[in-house]
């Protein structure tokens, strides 16, 4: 079991570039996360997926897309980047099983733009 | 909205002290409170939750937590520190109060250990 898996873990882009993380889960989680977490910020809700196929806004979605085509995949999509991306970006799920609703975690990509 | 406050960004013990790492929240609905704790360059890892039933929770590494209702308080404990304790601690919270609920997360309290 791999549990929660990211790629890349590292990426340098300069601004206006594009690129896609990829989140990865083998545990067949319904609900899917992409964070971004920042100095003294905590983690903040970019997207979230309650199932395949679906897909909503988090608390900071402004710059990103997400799509979730497979349930054990979700992606997170910058399409032209911006220094203020600068982050480590954290993948997460959670099954609907689960009582009080843990969320397993990646770990991490950390993205840095020029 | 649920909110989240962790009491000191940082905070220094020495090995063999007590930890205490303070997390306030605020909640219309009966919680679902989180521990994690992130080691560097890692992911999150779960340390404890509270659900409902028993307020004292006891988690991993000897970590334990206690909700109490009337303070809006989950405060994380540990009775003696050890050096592998350093890491970065979030308190977080259910936003709909329920297992259905996104979790909304402190902004985190360092924790350093002193030899």
């Known amino acids: 079991n791999a549990g929660v898996t990211q790629t890349p873990k590292f990426r340098v882009l300069k601004t206006g570039q594009s690129m896609t993380l990829l989140c990865a889960q083998d545990?067949?989680?319904?609900?899917m996360y992409w964070y971004r977490q920042d100095p003294g910020m905590g983690l903040r809700l970019i997207h979230y997926?309650?199932?395949?196929?679906?897909?909503a806004k988090g608390e900071v979605p402004d710059g990103y897309n997400v799509s979730r085509l497979k349930k054990q995949n979700f992606l997170l999509g910058l399409e032209s980047a911006a220094p203020s991306q600068t982050s480590v970006y954290f993948c997460?799920?959670?099954?609907?099983?689960?009582?009080?609703?843990?969320?397993?975690f990646g770990p991490g990509t950390r993205l840095t733009v020029l | 909205a649920q909110s989240v406050t962790q009491l000191g960004s940082h905070v220094s013990v020495s090995e063999g002290a007590l930890v205490l790492l303070r997390c306030n929240y605020s909640?219309?609905?009966?919680?679902?409170l989180f521990w994690y704790v992130q080691y560097p360059n890692q992911g999150l890892q779960l340390l404890l939750k509270?659900?409902?039933?028993?307020?004292l929770v006891k988690g991993i590494n000897g970590f334990e937590a206690e909700f109490k209702k009337s303070e809006t308080s989950f405060h994380l404990t540990k009775p003696s520190a050890h050096m592998s304790d350093a890491a970065e601690y979030f308190c977080?919270?259910?936003?709909?109060?329920?297992?259905?609920?996104?979790?909304?997360f402190g902004k985190g309290t360092k924790l350093s250990v002193k030899p």
């Open positions: 545990m067949n989680h319904e609900y």
């Open positions: 997926s309650v199932g395949e196929g679906t897909t």
């Open positions: 909640s219309s609905v009966p919680p679902y």
């Open positions: 977080a919270v259910s936003d709909r109060g329920g297992s259905q609920g996104n979790l909304i």
């Open positions: 509270y659900t409902t039933g028993a307020t």
């Open positions: 997460a799920s959670r099954g609907t099983g689960t009582r009080g609703g843990e969320q397993f």
